[in-house]
C-alpha cells in the first residue's frame, strides 16, 4: 500500500537536505586541496622562474663581468707586448747602426787630433785615411751590418722588409758620398798647390815636431815637410767630412717611418 503523499514528499526533502549537505562538504573538503595544490604549484613555478630565469641572468651577469675584466687584461698585455716590441726594434736598429759604423768607417782614430788622443801606432808602413777609410766596400759594410745586427731576426716581416730598404738606400748614399771623398781627395794635391792662400798649416802634434826639427835641419827640409803636412792636414778635412756625413746617413735610420706606425696614423 503506498505511503501517504504528505509523507513521500517530506522524505524527498530530507533526501535531498542530505544529498545537499553531502555535496557542501564535499566542495569544503576539496576548496582547502584545491588551494593547497594551488599555493604548490605556485611554489613550484617561483621556485622555476627563479631557477630558469634569475640565476642564467645573474650567471650572465658574472660571466660578462669576467669577460670585460679579460678584455681590459687583454689590452693591458697587447700594450706592454707593443712597449716590448719597440723596444725589440730600437735595439735592432742600434745594432745595424753600430755595427754599420764599425765596419764602414773602422779608422775613426785616424780622424782625431793626436794631442787629444795619442794612439801608439805599431811598427810598419803607414796608411793614409784613404788606404782604409775610403776604401772600404761600403755595399759590402752595410750587407754584413743587416746579417750581424741578431734583433732584426725578431721584427715583424713588414718591419724587417723596411729596415732592409733603408739600408739599401744607405747603402746606396754612402757610394756617392764615398765616391766624391775620394774625388775631392785626390784632388788636393793640386788644389793646394793652385790656392796656396786659402791653406794654413794647423797646429798638431806634428807641426809642433816640425818647428822643433827646424832648430836641427835645413830651412829647405822642414818647409817641404810643411808643405805636405799641408796636404795631409786638407786631405784629412776631406776624410773627417765623409766620415761625419757616413756617421749622419748611418743614424739617419733612427728616423724610418715604420709601415705599422704609418697604418695606425691612417
Known sequence: MPAPRPFRRQ??????????????????????????????????????????TVIPLYQKALL?????RKEIELKQTLVALDKAYVSVRQIAVQQFIVLSVEKCA??????????????????????????????????????????????IADLRQVDRTALEVEAGRISNALVTLQARAIRDFDATPEAVKRNAGQYSLKSDFRSRMLDFLAKHRPAEEIQKQRNELVVVQAQENVSAEYYQALLNEITSVR????????????
Open 11 to 52: 522524505r524527498l526533502k530530507v533526501q535531498a537536505q542530505a544529498s545537499s549537505a553531502a555535496h557542501q562538504n564535499r566542495i569544503d573538503i576539496w576548496l582547502p586541496r584545491v588551494s593547497h595544490i594551488s599555493q604548490l604549484g605556485l611554489l613550484l613555478l617561483t621556485v622555476g622562474g627563479f631557477y630558469f
Open 64 to 68: 660578462d663581468e669576467a669577460i670585460a
Open 106 to 151: 773602422r779608422t775613426a782614430h785616424l780622424l782625431v787630433d793626436p794631442d787629444d788622443h795619442p794612439v801608439k801606432q805599431k811598427s810598419g808602413p803607414k796608411h793614409s785615411s784613404k788606404d782604409v777609410l775610403l776604401s772600404v766596400d761600403v755595399r759590402r759594410c752595410i750587407t754584413d751590418a743587416i746579417a750581424g745586427a741578431k734583433a
Open 255 to 266: 728616423r724610418l717611418s715604420w709601415p705599422v706606425e704609418r697604418s695606425n696614423a691612417q
